[in-house]
DNA sequence: AAATAATAGTTAATAATGTAAACTATTTTC
DNA sequence: GAAAATAGTTTACATTATTAACTATTATTT
């Protein structure tokens, strides 16, 4: 009998949370070991999809997190050869944030094997619960993320 | 628009379910600013619901950690004056856990604080849907602690 | 136009977390 | 009694998060 189902106030949600996230990641990991990064992967994808004119600030509110954080993650991707940094025309402080051929080639893998990973996670669940899960996890994102008042 | 919402394939599950947890936790935290410990409340809640008879090695299995991991936890909440390590009677090599009265004190505000993030997180959803959330959170995590085989 | 403030990104320092290997003490197995 | 297994500790290393101080550039103020 699966403790989590019971007593729910008893147990902190984010512990769930966070730990089957991992599991996530772990599998993501494992599908993608082939590649030569072992992490980042969703960062790629966001990058790419911003066509050569995302900056690193950017990147930082795309993923939630702070710019020291992205300055590794570019510096990781940069040092692998799936991203280069090309400095702005029009605001020298910036940064563009550029995918290589290698990102590109290395790219279409990636969104499989993500698309792998939510099937592998979400399997045994209807379609439509499926969809409920997704909305009821962005509600209780957006949930969380509003005032912290009480 | 919510992007989480749409073109999930493109989108790692996991990173959601880890920032989300991160969020309840780092709510959990505030709720509990008053408490002389940051961390390990769900360890806390585990040790006490053993009563006196759980192990290191049996917390490293309910938290899904490992040994090293639950020598930091237990030193931690031992330093503050949390829980006592018991040699067993039984088998020396093993020590049981067993709370303060310090941490009976404490106890109650911890569940009160996750009961609160809990609500907060599931705010805005029906009892019903808060049901849901959860069933289908553990079989999304049994999914992903299957056999990695594909 | 010069001084000031704000922004983008970097570097450095500290602490927390995850993982693996080597180790001690005790118990189990043969 | 010897060998193997178990419980827990220590050490080492890499990752991750957070904060502050820093450089270079751009925007604002007077």
């Known amino acids: 009998m699966d403790t989590l189902l019971e007593n729910i106030d008893n147990q902190p949600l984010g512990f769930f949370l966070t730990r089957t996230g991992k599991s996530y990641l772990s599998e993501l990991n494992q599908q993608l070991s082939n590649l030569d990064i072992e992490r980042n992967y969703y960062s ?3 990058i790419e999809r911003g ?3 995302l900056t690193q ?3 930082a509110a795309a993923l939630g997190t702070d710019k020291v954080s992205v300055v590794r993650i570019v510096d990781y991707l940069v040092s692998k050869g799936y991203i280069r940094r090309l400095r702005s025309k029009e605001d020298k402080r910036k940064f563009c944030l550029v995918g290589t051929p290698k990102a ?3 790219l279409p893998h990636i969104r499989k094997a993500i698309a792998g ?3 592998k996670a979400l399997s045994s669940l209807s379609a439509d619960e499926k969809k ?5 996890l962005g509600i209780i994102k957006s949930n ?4 912290k008042t009480f």
């Open 57 to 59: 600030n950017e990147l």
């Open 132 to 136: 409920e899960f997704i909305r009821m």
């Open 51 to 53: 066509q050569g004119q």
């Open 117 to 119: 990973a939510n099937e």
């Open 144 to 147: 969380l993320n509003s005032s």
């Open 44 to 46: 790629l994808i966001i």
């Open 104 to 106: 590109l080639l290395a």
